[in-house]
């Protein structure tokens, strides 16, 4: 690029100067550690208290004291996995 | 360092005006406050800046079309053009919570996003109309969505319980989420003011200085978690449309 304007040349730069900054302020915004990590053990904890309270209903009605709990409590750790997945693969297709 | 100094007080609940309804205590509270001043801003922060309806907007007016064309641009992506007709609900959660958030940053006020209950009636009210959603524009077919296609099918009984518990789990994920990075970052705000004052000398000076860093950090999760919000909402609209 050459430009017969001094001015123009230095605009030029100087709009460059800004893109850059501007991409580098983007992705700075990319999550924190922390933030990526609290979003995973949100969905697994949430996942354990349905599993578990499902489970302690279940013994509670049908009088089956701790094999209702167990099962549950199982169920709702695959289905925490089972978050954590689909939120590792909404984050994937984002990029 | 007795009860009262503890970096916890900021979210006791006390009853400005005591009312009682029925055996039920509906007291007038500073969370009611809190709330009351939020959706009073929104309402005249929204109609003051967009009644001139000039062609070139004011910087105000601007902002207001800005947070506008926001969520309508976040509907129309996830949803698409069903989405339209969840604009007032998704904008008004969105604003709600955001307006929320930031009037807890000001000093002596008080975050509502910071007590568990209160998210989570928001997270039911999104859980319980996605729902009902989905039985409108499905039926009994609805069910189909717990249902994985071209999996053997001796794995559906142990793959439909746990489809439902994740699909029960979404409320809570919502609403813990929002509430626990409220009351996380206000608590922490608040611990780092104790060592201002309790550290010797100007040494004092470096907490205060990382306060100022984070009270920025905490706008931006206010922020951030608004949007979240109003993001798992459009989502979840977006599954009682199209299941699968």
Sequence with gaps: ?95 | MAAKDSPLKQFEINPISNIELGGYNISFTNSSLAMLITVLVITLFLTLTVNTRSIIPSRMQLISELMYNFIAQLLSDTVGDNGKRYFPFVFSLFMFVLIGNMVGMIPYQFTFTSHIIVTFALAAVVFIGVTILGFINHGIKFFTFFYIPGVPFYMHPLLIPIEVISYLSRPISLSVRLFANMLAGHTLLKVFAGFVVSMPFFTGVFPLAFIVALTGLEILIAFLQAYVFAILTCLYINDAYHLH
């Excluded at chain 1, 004291?65 to 297709?93: C, D, Q, S, T, W």
């Design chain 1, 1 to 95: 690029m050459s430009y017969k304007n001094k001015n123009l040349e230095e605009l030029n730069k100087k709009i460059g100067n800004l893109e850059n900054k501007n991409n580098e302020v983007m992705s700075n915004k990319k999550e924190t550690g922390a933030g990526f990590g609290f979003k995973i053990s949100t969905e697994i904890i949430a996942a354990l208290v349905v599993g578990v309270g499902i489970g302690l209903i279940v013994d509670n009605y049908f009088n089956t004291k701790p094999i209702g709990l167990i099962i549950f409590f199982i169920f709702g750790a695959l289905a925490g996995f089972l978050n954590v997945y689909r939120v590792m693969r909404r984050i994937e297709k984002q990029r």
